[in-house]
């Protein structure tokens, strides 16, 4: 990967068309190549979509290429997350003991103390492991800890300002705003990060469809459109060529384009 292209949000090179595969049939395609490199990406979605799979996916794309990864996890225990990934038949302790996978589980009982933790210390973790993949899940836990609105988006900016310096290719999970289901939660992180994907779970007469759309990517052309997705026994598969339709007064329904 050129270094280039893993510069600070400051002295970033537009021109840069470096990728980084998302490790999922379908949505490199839908990407044209993958996410740009050093992007932070947030993953909105109901509970059920997939949003942990796609994130574990994402880092073991890397791991098994050689590179090294951190996860944050602010909910899920650390052996949750370990048996979420063997179900799907990836192994990442092996990882974990290579010091090539760093897993966390953040301490909420200090609010203060953890945030100032991850903005002062994550730097020099992603120093030590070499790391050129970054997941927090969620984003929305971590924003949730402050209860002012003004001093939510100082810290998550300030994250941000964190994460684009290190040059890491990251990416966020985000809860969906009930009220407003294509947004986020906190409804600050998708204005705030590089790109956006919304994972949806559609639900007709005959059956329930899990969808997902690029809703923004910044600095690529990519794809717009709805696409259906399966989550398998190997983990999310993005059926790029499906396309959704939607006749008034009808359920959904999908076709080849």
């Known amino acids: 990967m050129d270094s280039k292209c893993l510069m600070s949000e400051r002295s970033y090179n537009k021109n840069c068309n470096v990728r980084v595969s998302s490790g999922i049939l379908g949505l490199d395609e839908m990407l044209g190549g993958g996410f740009p490199a050093g992007h932070?990406?947030?993953?909105?979605?109901?509970?059920?979509?997939?949003?942990?799979?796609?994130?574990?996916?994402?880092?073991?794309?890397?791991?098994?290429?050689?590179?090294?990864?951190?996860?944050?996890?602010?909910?899920?225990?650390?052996?949750?997350?370990?048996?979420?990934?063997?179900s799907y038949g990836w192994n990442i302790e092996k990882y974990i003991k290579n010091k090539k996978f760093a897993l966390l589980k953040l301490d909420l009982s200090d609010i203060k103390t953890t945030a100032r933790r991850v903005k002062n210390e994550l730097p020099e973790l992603i120093r030590l492991f070499g790391a050129k993949r970054l997941v927090i899940d969620s984003i929305t836990l971590f924003s949730m800890m402050f209860n002012d609105p003004i001093e939510r988006r100082i810290r998550l900016t300030g994250l941000n300002k964190v994460i684009k310096k290190a040059g890491i290719t990251s990416l966020y999970t985000a809860e969906i705003d009930p009220d407003n289901p294509i947004h986020s939660k906190d409804g600050i992180i998708e204005f705030s990060a590089d790109g956006m994907l919304f994972m949806q779970q559609s639900e007709s007469a005959r059956d329930i469809e899990l969808i997902m759309r690029i809703v923004k990517m910044r600095r690529i052309q990519h794809d717009r459109l709805y696409r259906p997705y399966d989550i398998t026994e190997k983990g999310i598969v993005v059926h790029s060529g499906d396309m959704l339709y939607h006749n008034i007064g009808k359920d959904f329904e999908f076709g080849k384009e």
């Open 40 to 86: 932070i990406i947030v993953v909105v979605g109901d509970a059920g979509t997939g949003k942990t799979t796609l994130a574990l996916q994402y880092v073991i794309e890397g791991l098994t290429e050689g590179e090294s990864a951190i996860y944050i996890s602010i909910e899920e225990e650390k052996e949750s997350i370990i048996s979420t990934a063997d």
